[in-house]
């Protein structure tokens, strides 16, 4: 079966240990998770945790079936690229001699479409959001300019299609009274 990128999102309780609880399931079955964040959702007091792997479709379906297990989490969903619109976001810490110093990289600036977030006599900084190998490009096309640091977010998604959390919740809420 053929092997493709899925991204996972997980709603669930702010709790401790539950990342390490997650990321077990995948240490157990051997997946490598290709990119990872987390940051509070749509809903208040929900958490969200959007995770990106490689693998094939019957192996993801099993995947959200363990995670759904997990006490804290709320629900688990699984969608292919095309089925997101999602977008990561990098910074670039360069040398501030190149920029006064060197024409070019302000062209690769202005062409990249990326921000600079701030500068410094020692050096400048650059942002830039984008698809992977946008940001992944920018950081070769800096790499002669004397790039000091370079970070990477995870994936950052949401899907073309309602996901229907809130009802699932108002459910879940309604149920429980």
Same mark, same amino acid.
């Given at each position: 079966?053929?092997? $493709? ?59 959200? $079936? ?110 429980? $009274?």
């Amino acid at each position: 079966m053929e092997q $493709k990128i899925f991204t996972i999102s997980v709603y669930t309780e702010n709790n401790v240990g539950l990342l390490n609880r997650i990321s077990a399931i995948f240490l157990k079955r051997h997946i490598n998770i290709e990119s990872f964040s987390t940051s509070q959702s749509e809903i208040k007091d929900v958490f969200r945790f959007v995770i990106v792997v490689k693998m094939t479709a019957e192996k993801v379906v099993k995947i959200v $079936k363990q995670i759904e297990k997990q006490v804290d989490v709320i629900r688990a969903f699984y969608h292919t690229d095309e089925e997101t619109i999602f977008q990561e976001n990098a910074l670039y810490k360069v040398k501030s001699s190149a920029l006064f110093e060197e024409r070019q990289i302000q062209n690769i600036i202005k062409e990249s479409h990326s921000n600079i977030v701030t500068v410094s006599p020692e050096f400048f900084v650059i942002e830039k959001t984008g698809f992977r190998n946008e940001t992944e490009q920018l950081r070769k096309d800096l790499e002669p300019y004397g790039l000091l640091q370079f970070v990477r977010s995870g994936r950052i998604s949401v899907t073309k299609a309602k996901m229907g959390i809130s009802e699932i919740l108002n459910t879940f809420k309604n149920n429980n $009274k």
